[in-house]
């Protein structure tokens, strides 16, 4: 005997244009980031992340739960990002077992010059289409649905 209890017609509705946000959104974010910027959209918010922070600099541990990604995916990335001389790791001075991630001169630049174009797209896709009521609303879900640590 089957006990779940399956969703009704407006939970399907709901949850079904759900997916086609999580499945649409990424692919236009990161097309026009690696048309325009060469960049995925985790690159340039990894990069913008850092571009906000105190001294461009963040510990990557602090770095990963910003982007909401693992170490070892943040890693990937940073090191990615290394090499095209956009951000440099170092050693923590307060923290000898931590590392740094700290935004280059490069990399600032990088932000700078990509970040008209992503808030263009991210208006178009997302800001512009909702009224303030509901992007109050787009907030509140987005936070009710982050995964809590317990």
């Known amino acids: 005997m089957n006990d779940t209890p399956w969703l009704d017609e407006r939970q399907l509705r709901a949850w ?5 946000v999580v499945e649409r959104l990424p692919g236009a974010l990161d097309s026009q980031l690696q048309r325009d910027a060469e ?17 461009r600099t963040l510990r990557m541990t602090a770095l990963a739960d ?9 890693s990937h990335v940073v090191a990615r990002l290394e090499k095209r001389g956009y951000i440099d790791r170092s050693q923590c001075a307060e923290d000898r077992r931590a590392t740094n991630a700290t935004l280059t001169e490069l990399g600032w630049t990088k ?40």
């Open 66 to 74: 910003m982007t909401n990604a693992t170490l070892p995916r943040l």
């Open 111 to 150: 932000v700078v010059a990509t970040a008209p174009g992503h808030v263009r797209n991210v208006r178009a896709n997302v800001i512009d289409r909702l009224s303030d009521e509901q992007l109050d609303q787009l907030g509140a879900i987005a936070e009710a649905l982050m995964p809590r640590e317990e």
């Open 39 to 55: 960049l995925s959209h985790f690159e340039y918010y990894v990069l913008a992340m850092l571009s906000e922070a105190p001294g």
């Open 16 to 20: 079904k244009n759900f997916v086609a």
